[in-house]
Structures are given as structure tokens and as C-alpha cells.
């Protein structure tokens, strides 16, 4: 399909056709009139960041396709995208936001946030295995956005990812970044910050994607169903180390079993009503030499915790099995200006896989303190 008003040619935006099997059978399961749910994880794009509702964001727009296309089925909404996030944070999550409502259909969007390196290939690729092989057997598609200023994005990793397993990719980087290089259309038609589209932008992104399962609903309804490809993907020899497909996210209400010591953090209680509530369920301190310490199991492991735009606030460092030489810091303070941060720091990857102790302590604090040192949670991966 071709988009007049901005010469887009859809088509251009399939990066890998992958095979349609998973696609086509939740579309059939929709025709014969029983319940879909439809998922979205990704990151502040996905959210619907700068669309001025939640229902002119592309992923209310995608599913509202499904909605219309199969009027007979009731079909629900699952929007897990949180902002400022990577695929190393959404395989972590995957099991308690997305998959443990035993979705048929996700999409799958972290192409801004995660870099062009190895170490986000291994970590998409672990998120990529753990919802493909999860229970419902859920389709999968592969959708990468792009910077508008510099046309940055994680594609060369996602699609070496779509392309060993056989999933379909589309992108906007072929399309609609190629129509602001022509000077089609300018930067600010689609988006107020050069990352994060406006209401145009989410609907242009939307109709890139409509167009894509229309393609695959179009080939069903003619005859053309493609064969189940049968990956095993426990059996298949991943691509990279695959450290990350096995991630365990530890927050205050469930690390009873690897919390060995707490001198002066304290216990966030308030309810997380949202997943896009995500200072909740950790822990705060403010005084110098306050520590909380977990053994913790696995050959990778991330700390995540608030860096704050409310300066100043407190800085903390973390070490491993009490190698002082190596310890790490960890700066609530947030030189960016657009919001607080959930920011995730790997604090080791690839190390020997046993239990670890992971120490956290406060090394430096201020009269002026605005807010505290929040620790948001703790990531291990095998």
C-alpha cells in the first residue's frame, strides 16, 4: 500500500517476511469468533509517549485493526511499553507484564532504546526466545522505530534476531526517515522531538504495520497459509551467549529468599496500580554508610534504580563478592532534563554462574538532598 499523502510505500518497510504461520492461526482463531489478546511491549513509543491520547498511540490503532477485521471475536488490548526502557529490562518483565496474560499476538519495539552492539543483540534475542517459546505459542512481530535527526536505531541487531528465527521485522527507518533524507516531508510533520512521534507519526507508523497484516491476512483468506516452521527453540543453539532468555527482576516483595542484610534502606509500600508506576516496590535511603546487601544467583547481574532530574540526591556504589576494586557507581543524580530515569546499569556479564553477593551502599550524601536514593530492583540472569 502506498500512503499518498506522503509517498510512503509500505512494502519498503518489511525487512524480513518471516513465515506467517503463528500470524495466520490467532487470525483464524479470531474468524471462528473466540477471545484474542493482543499485546505491545517496547518502550516510550509503544507507551505513547506525545500522542495526545492513549488511543492515537500506533499500538491502540494496530489493535483497533484487529478489532474491525474480526468484529465476531473480542479482542484485548495489552499495552506494556514502558519509557526510557531496553530489551534487557523487557525480558526481565516479560513473564509478570506481557506473557502471563497468555497473549496470542504481540509486537515487539526497543529499537531506539537498545544499542547497535552485541550485548543488545544477546539481550533481544533472549526476550525474542522467551516469548516465542512461552505456552500460548504466541505470534511475534518485530517492529523498529527510528531517530528522525540521525536515523539511529538497533535494526541491524533485531533483524539478524527475526531472521534466525524466522519472524517478521518491519521498520521505519526504510520509510518514513527515508522521506525527511528526500525532503518529502519535514522531520517536524511526524515528530515534535525527533524520536518520539506525534499524532501523524503514530498513525503513519500504524498504517505500516496494518499494511503488513493485511498481507498476511489477504494470503490466508486466498489459500496461501504457510507451514508451522516447527522451530524447537530450547533446542536451538542461540546466536549469542543467551545469557538474559533466563532474567529474574527481585523487588521487595519477593527477595525474602536473597536478602541477607538491610542497614537503613527502607521498604517502598505504596501499590503499583500501573507498570508505568515504576518508582514502586523497591527501597529508599538517605544517610551515609546505609547498605542492603542479596545473594544472588546467575552470570549476569543488573542494578536498576532512579536517576533523578530533582537534584541534588544521593550517590551510591555497588560490588560484587566484595571486590572493592571493581565496584561501581551509582549516580541518582540525572543530567538529563526530561524526566526521572529508570536507569538499568550491568554491573557484571558473562562471570562465573553461582551465587553472587550484591552489595549496595550509600558513599555520598548532601545537605540539600532533594529526594533520596531510590533502588528499584535488582536483575539476575543466567
Known sequence: MIISKYGIDCSKAVLNRGNYYRLQRVMKKAMSGNDITIGFIGGSITQGCLSSTPQTCYAYLVYKWWCDKFPQASVKYLNAGIGGTTSQFGVARADKDLLSYDI??????????????????????GLIRKIYSYKTDPAILIINSVRYDDGINAQMQHVKVGKEYDIPCVSMKPVMYSKILDGTYKSRDITEDDLHPN????ALMAAIVIDFLDNVYNELISGNEDINNNLDIKNMTPMSENAYENSTRYQNYNCEDILIENEGFAVDERVQNDIREIFRNGWTADKKGASISFVIEGSCIAVQYRKSVVKPTCIAKVTIDDDIENARILDGNFEETWGDSLHLDTIAEHIENKKHKVKIEIIETHSDDKVPFYLVSVISSR
Open 104 to 125: 496470542d499476538f504481540t509486537t515487539v519495539e526497543f529499537s531506539v532504546n537498545d544499542d547497535d552492539n552485541e550485548h543488545f543483540l544477546e539481550t533481544y534475542e
Open 199 to 202: 499524532d501523524e507519526g503514530h
